[in-house]
């Protein structure tokens, strides 16, 4: 999976925000700031009861014997080159299928981290995407939140238009996660809902929208092939 979800990431987070940009306004922002504030606090909810990370990083998967730290480490390796080792690929698909919930707020931690490096927010949301409906919640949180505040947008190739750009894809990667979790538990449909009535953010939002469609007719799965089709148009 690793190869579509990369493509998926870079090439459908730069085409569907090509497609779907608006400009934010300032009562939008302040609004995005308010729900990232809130989300970050869903995020670190259980978190907070749980040690320090360098805790956490010694934490032993029953079967792989792989701390977080070092699982996250693999992923970086393997988002880097996803054809090298597809030993690597499948046990890190397994090791993401025996986190707790705990585990899951932690990656969520680092993953909307704006201090953190891109390629571990990246890794930990890989991580999310392939634990499955097991970290629904935490992927939807995720979504949910806010982008940061940006004062340079008008300009296309300012840090700042490109740094929006990552932090789009980063949730739209998310919500598709989330997308396909749902095929496998329905009752995602009550996240998506949620997503929904508080995303301001338009792209994102409306692709909540045709996930939850799907959910609602009985045809789970319908972002995924949205999304799929604008890669490959934008390949072609």
């Known amino acids: 999976m690793s190869k579509k979800w990369l493509t998926l990431t870079l090439f459908g987070g730069l085409a569907l925000g090509m497609l779907f940009w608006f400009l934010p306004s300032p009562q939008l922002i302040g609004a995005w700031e308010e729900d990232a504030l809130t989300s970050v606090t869903r995020i670190q909810g259980v978190t907070s009861r749980v040690k320090d990370e360098a805790n956490i990083e010694a934490t032993d998967f029953a079967d792989s014997k792989i701390s977080t730290a070092d699982l996250i480490r693999h992923v970086s390796v393997l988002l880097e080159n996803p054809q090298a080792n597809k030993v690597l690929e499948k046990e890190i698909n397994t090791a993401a ?7 899951f707020e932690q990656l969520g931690k680092q993953a909307i981290d704006l201090t953190q490096d891109r390629q ?4 930990a949301l890989y991580i999310l995407s392939e634990a499955g409906p097991a970290a629904a919640p935490v992927l939807a949180a995720l979504v949910e939140s806010g982008l940061p ?16 750009s990552f932090e ?3 949730r739209m990667s998310a919500l598709e996660a989330l997308d396909k979790a749902a095929s496998q538990n329905p009752e995602i449909r009550t996240l998506l809902e949620k997503i929904v009535g508080k995303q301001k953010e338009p792209t994102l939002r409306y692709l909540a929208q045709v996930s939850l469609r799907g959910v609602e007719t009985g045809r789970p799965g319908q972002l995924q092939k949205v999304m799929e089709q604008v890669v490959g148009k934008t390949i072609d």
């Not at 340079?152 to 840090?159: C, D, K, M, V």
């Open 97 to 103: 299928k025996t986190l707790t919930f705990l585990n």
């Open 120 to 123: 571990v927010r990246q890794a």
């Open 149 to 164: 505040e940006y004062s340079n947008l008008a300009n296309p190739h300012s840090r700042d238009s490109a740094e929006r």
């Open 168 to 170: 789009l894809s980063l």
